[in-house]
């Protein structure tokens, strides 16, 4: 009991159920068994009245008979139209929580968390856990039931009640020894699962290099070493589950060939009525009914505890980086930025050493140094991805940790080298960050991608592939850059935006990064010294420390390392 309340208290801690659902599934399914568990008595009842010949009796119990199998099917209508309410609402539930908690984690989720963990969690376990409800609602209303009918044979027949109750106990002792052992190997095989679909996600992103070195026949026995311990951990489950389904229900049968074996005794001895024989077979098989129905919903919940701590994972994870946020709703920023003496060490490697940084509003400033040396770092700080080990980022003079999770995203937004773009129309991704369609266009105008749109047959309604992968990095990099100038943001990050782009459309990139500044304060990560000429700022990295500050014209004459950078 004390296992299938930790997965009770682990389930209801995801906050899943409305409490109504959760009342109405449970007083509907304790109903219905309970005026199925009356039924026997009222047929011994019509038996007995009809072997003495009471007929008016026999009638009034036939009657009252028909009321309690209407009540059944009135119970058991309420119960179905719940369960259908509950799974539908818990797993709108359950799937909105994922994607709401996910936007808001860390870098570290992903490497800790796989991809294909992810995939199953929303694919499977939460389809599955939208049922855990019902499961355990019939659950207990299977074990009022068998208490009820055990609690029912214990006063018509004391001995053979005592005989069917210690058989029950022994059964139901077996039952969950044999669950933990086939719910460990059921645990293995999600687990075994994940790495499967993992293999499949692998290929399809690296199926140019899956052609071009000919690796699919080891791929196929990569995929077929998951496969055969696939294969183990089911075999294993499987066992047990014959063990509980074919072994464990003799116990019962048992206890039944001894209970008709008393039952005749009884009857030669005079001691026992046809109805009290009826009676007690209707409810000994009732007992074999109800520890059946208790091991499938016992079954269906043990599985549905693998799929629960699976989600769980997800909505409770936690790391070491992850970071709280203030209440400030300061949402007038005007963009100034200062980074006050910040370390950040990660996995024991420092990566930025004792940097400060001044932005101005309405610049543009250039953040330039060889790869590693911590560049990008300084924008997932800026993201609040991240907490310095060390000093303080501010904006405006406000910690930018002081702020609201909420109030600080609308302020910040960031572009990146390779953007991603949703399988969606052209109009619905932009619709992500602003609906007003004149909006839209005027900025998809700013930044020359809008007669392009309009060029394509179907225009802002034409559907983008999966990444924008029919079309261009330059179209997909404006259309990015059009929905970053949708946001609210008054700080705007780019990350080597301009580095995979051809020249005409890098040139109408840097004249857009130049236009910005007006309204904005903007950062760009940058190799490229065209870029470096334009800027009002440049930050120089190298090794994780600030080893050069000025202009390209000031740097270029009195900075080696910038100098060397050019080269």
Known sequence: MMRYYKICKRYFKLHADHPWYLTSLCISAILRCVSLLTI?????RIIDCVTIAAYQEAFMEVLYLAINYLLYNLFHEWNYITYAYTTCYVYTKLQRDVIDKISTYNENFTKKISKAHLLNVVSTDILETSMFTDRLMDAIAHIVELLGALGILLFYHFYIGLLVLCFTLLYQYLLAKAQERKDYWLKIQCNVQDQIVSVYDQVLDGLKEVKSFDMNMKLKEYMDSHLNHWHYAYSKRRRWYEYISSFLPALITIAKIITYFIIVVGILKGNMTIGSLVLIISYVDRIEAENQNVFSRINAICVNSIHIERIYKVLYYQDEQMVSFGNNVTDDILGIIDLEHVSFVYEKEMILNNINIH???????????????????IFRLLLRLYKPSQGHIFIDGVDIFDYKEDTYAKNISITTQKPFIFNMSIRENLNLVDTN??????VCKRVGIHDFIMGLPQGYNTILKEDGTNISGGQKQLISLARTLLSTSEILLFDEVTSNLDPNTEIQVMNVLKDLKKDHTVLIITHKPQIMRMVDQIVVINKGKVVGKGTHRKLLEKNKYYQRLQK
């Open 40 to 44: 026997p008595i009222f047929i011994a």
């Open 359 to 377: 932005i101005e509003p309405h610049t543009l400033t250039a953040i330039v140094g060889k790869s590693g040396s911590g560049k990008s770092t």
């Open 437 to 442: 369609k004149k909006r839209q266009e005027e």
